[in-house]
């Protein structure tokens, strides 16, 4: 049975909307796509380097998958290890309205998510990776169905965007699973999902 492993990029103030372009996700006028350029040095390649060697297949959302299958079907040097897993391995993609995917090895899921997710953990070796899809993640958080989460923080703040964790997210804990920090001072830090909060509360000493 395969984990379900999310690797998301944000900024300091939680936007995962568009980190690779301008034009890459402009929904509700979003002007600061591609914040994520700058700061892709030696550590950060290596890191996803070796999230890629992981997969047994991809679960994608809509518009993240519309924006991969645009980019990386063109990419057909085997020795790149990103292309190489998103062109080769199985895709899935929850959607209602995507009947006709074009890239090879595209499967929609168009049943009950938590049914059609925990099946595909099922029966895969190896990761379900989960890459951006933010929307995607908060529903599949809410179901539980998230192992591990490569949360990659950006040191930017934008103030608009679509941010991972909005008003009403699910309660959720998390288990610190490792990380670091790149040179160019992206935050990598692995949480594997821990269930729900823990509360206490601070009192005053006894002989206060």
Known sequence: MGKLV???????????????????????????????????????????????????????????????????????????????????????????????????????????LAKEVAALKERTDGEVQVHGSGALVRSLLALDLVDTLHLLTFPVVLGAGFRLFPEGAVPTAFRHAGGSVTGAGVSIQTYDLAGRPEYGEFGLPENA
């Open 6 to 112: 999310s690797t998301l990029f944000v900024t300091l103030d939680g936007v995962y909307q568009a980190p690779g372009g301008p034009n890459e996700d402009t929904r509700g006028g979003f002007t600061h796509g591609g914040w994520s350029f700058p700061y892709a040095d030696e550590d950060f390649g290596r890191f996803m380097g070796e999230v890629f060697v992981k997969p047994g297949a991809f679960l994608l959302g809509r518009r993240t998958y519309d924006i991969f299958s645009t980019y990386w079907p063109k990419v057909t040097d085997p020795a790149d290890p990103v292309a190489s897993k998103l062109n080769s391995l199985p895709k899935y993609v929850p959607s209602s309205t995507l009947t006709d995917p074009g890239w090879a090895g595209t499967t929609v899921l168009s049943g009950d």
